[in-house]
């Protein structure tokens, strides 16, 4: 074990509650701690990168970290934190749910390390498939009294009348699934530690209780530690934009998009997820944020947020394409800029521009200025004002300043499909070949 997994949590403000004992647990030896993911969709979005990052650290910590994809739990659904039931998934969605997810992990976890501690992939389903009804309630379902599953918020919260559906049996018996998740990775991995999201608490102490209910050891220890739910300081929820939620696959959200949600954060935001989303040391850490208070209008700190969370998600490469698509309205930036950018990135960057549709014969032929500026588009009003602005220096294409005698022809497409048209420095248009 290279350092402390909690004082290194601690002082990121990944810890909310944790259970006594933890710490010293950690110290003592190394320990195998689970996070359970819940299959919901085929992919992840942002929200899931806490619970992906405290794996990370929990393995460079010297412990071995289990990731679970809920196979089983995910056909009933969690009610923590939820008003309403889910919707029940039928399992074709599930079974490409789990791929999807387990794919995703294993671009950050390398669960065919030979290392001792190597990561391990799970799926509860491979032990819940077979647990008949009447034996889970034997052996599981009396362990647990009604009267300590009641007590927990998530279930008093639905019962009292929150959402106004009350709790059906299924979601009921949820926390006895996920609980018997930790014993039956306690019995075959001596796995200790449970970790997860603070409304995973009510869940995971459960499942202590169970580890110490359920074994014959009379010193059988389980431990349960929560990170805070991430917020927002305006108190909007985190991990949405206009768009929806950002994903942390690239064919669901692209770079260029993932890397402006974090570099567009607020001065409060980015201070306390920098510390949160990066692996960079206190020290490093400290220093962006006295260096960023003294000049917040360069948003240092939002820029090396957005480059090392971009980095891990996706790859350098990736980066430096956002960078580069980031400076195109913004920067100075020149034709091959613009034709490194896929087609989705192009058209993110430029949301909104105005464009018009012209023929794959008329860029064959060549078209020439004045028609791309406005007998073909009517982007400037006249062909007397195309001619103006033409001779005033005025008018770029694809970034880069031509002449009236300038032919647009093929070779000056972007991603295949546009030429980009601008007039001055912030009025762009877009010509698509149909």
């Given at each position: 074990m290279t350092k402390n997994l909690v004082s290194e949590l601690r002082w990121r403000g990944m810890i909310h509650d944790i259970m006594p004992g933890t710490e010293e647990q950690l110290q003592n030896e190394p320990t195998s701690v689970y996070i359970g993911f819940d299959p919901t969709s085929d992919s992840l979005h942002i929200g899931s990168l806490v619970p992906i990052i405290l794996l990370v650290h929990i393995e460079r910590a010297g412990h071995r970290p289990i990731a679970l994809v809920g196979g089983a739990t995910g056909m009933i659904g969690d009610p923590?934190?939820?008003?309403?039931?889910?919707?029940?998934?039928?399992?074709?969605?599930?079974?490409?749910?789990?791929?999807?997810?387990?794919?995703?992990?294993?671009?950050?976890?390398?669960?065919?390390?030979?290392?001792?501690?190597?990561?391990?992939?799970?799926?509860?389903?491979?032990?819940?498939?077979?647990?008949?009804?009447?034996?889970?309630?034997?052996d599981v379902g009396k362990r647990i009294t009604v009267n300590y599953m009641m007590a927990k918020d998530s279930v008093k919260k639905r019962i009292s009348g929150e959402g106004g559906g009350g709790m059906s049996f299924t979601e009921f018996t949820y926390q006895l699934i996920q609980g018997y998740d930790f014993y039956h990775l306690y019995k075959t991995y001596n796995c200790k530690l449970q970790m997860g999201g603070s409304d995973q608490w009510g869940n995971i102490t459960t499942g202590t209780e169970l580890v110490r209910r359920m074994t014959t050891e009379q010193d059988a220890k389980a431990f349960a530690a929560t990170c805070p739910l991430i917020t927002k300081a305006d108190g909007s929820k985190f991990g949405k934009?206009?768009?929806?939620?950002?994903?942390?696959?690239?064919?669901?959200?692209?770079?260029?998009?993932?890397?402006?949600?974090?570099?567009?954060?607020?001065?409060?935001?980015?201070?306390?997820?920098?510390?949160?989303?990066?692996?960079?040391?206190?020290?490093t850490i400290e220093s962006l944020i006295a260096e960023h208070n003294t000049a917040p209008h360069l948003r240092i700190l939002q820029k090396k947020l957005a480059e090392e969370i971009t980095t891990f998600v996706h790859s350098k490469k990736e980066l430096e394409k956002a960078i580069i698509a980031s400076n195109i309205l913004f920067g100075k930036s020149t034709a091959n800029d613009l034709k490194v950018l896929d087609e989705q990135t192009f058209l993110e960057v430029f949301n909104g521009v105005p464009q018009a549709e012209i023929l794959t014969q008329d860029i064959a032929n060549g078209l020439s200025m004045i028609d791309a500026l406005a007998t073909k588009t009517n982007f400037l009003k006249s062909n007397g004002e195309a001619r103006r602005a033409l001779k005033e220096n005025a008018i770029s294409v694809n970034k880069e300043k031509v002449k009236e005698d300038f032919i647009i022809t093929s070779n000056d497409l972007i991603a295949n499909n546009y030429v980009l048209l601008q007039r001055g420095k912030k009025n762009y248009f877009l010509l698509k070949v149909a």
């Open positions: 923590s934190g939820k008003s309403d039931e889910r919707n029940l998934l039928n399992e074709e969605t599930l079974a490409k749910n789990v791929a999807g997810i387990k794919k995703t992990l294993a671009r950050f976890l390398n669960f065919d390390n030979p290392a001792k501690n190597a990561p391990l992939l799970v799926n509860n389903y491979d032990w819940m498939k077979d647990f008949s009804f009447i034996n889970f309630a034997r934009s206009e768009g929806g939620n950002i994903w942390l696959d690239a064919d669901k959200t692209s770079v260029y998009k993932f890397y402006q949600f974090w570099v567009n954060t607020s001065d409060e935001d980015a201070e306390k997820y920098i510390k949160i989303f990066t692996f960079l040391d206190q020290k």
